[in-house]
Nanobody
Framework: QFQLVESGGGLVQPGGSLRLSCAAS????????IGWFRQAPGKEREGVSC????????GYADSVKGRFTIARDNAKSTVFLQMNSLQPEDTGTYYC????????????????????RGQGTQVTVSS
């Protein structure tokens, strides 16, 4: 069964860091584009970052540019989201989504484009 599994969430103080992981179960992520999304209670879902399947393109929401970094480790079939300088407004459930052989230009695709989606991991930034 094809699944994406997120991990790495938790409670962190403002200014702290977390590294989220998106791992594949039942398949490898090597040829998959991965998008990270987040949603906080009472707020709309927001695309956070994305990495294309093969053309090397990467995208970030303006709200996280310079603080978050997305990267893939094909050997581990995992895509990471390194989150630094976290702020309370970064609080939410983060989930990853994947689609095979998806390349994009300068903008991240919306969630509807992706075939697979994980269950999410909670990130809470609070003092």
């Amino acid at each position: 069964q094809f699944q994406l599994v997120e991990s790495g969430g938790g409670l962190v103080q403002p200014g702290g860091s977390l590294r989220l992981s998106c791992a594949a179960s039942g398949f490898t992520l090597e040829h998959y584009a991965i998008g990270w999304f987040r949603q906080a209670p009472g707020k709309e879902r927001e695309g956070v970052s994305c990495i294309s399947s093969s053309n090397g393109n990467i995208g970030y929401a303006d709200s996280v540019k310079g603080r978050f970094t997305i990267a893939r480790d094909n050997a581990k079939s995992t895509v990471f989201l390194q989150m630094n300088s976290l702020q309370p407004e970064d609080t939410g459930t983060y989930y990853c989504a994947g689609d095979e052989d998806l390349d994009f230009g300068s903008s991240c695709p919306g969630l509807a484009i992706y075939d697979y989606r994980g269950q999410g991991t909670q990130v809470t930034v609070s003092s």
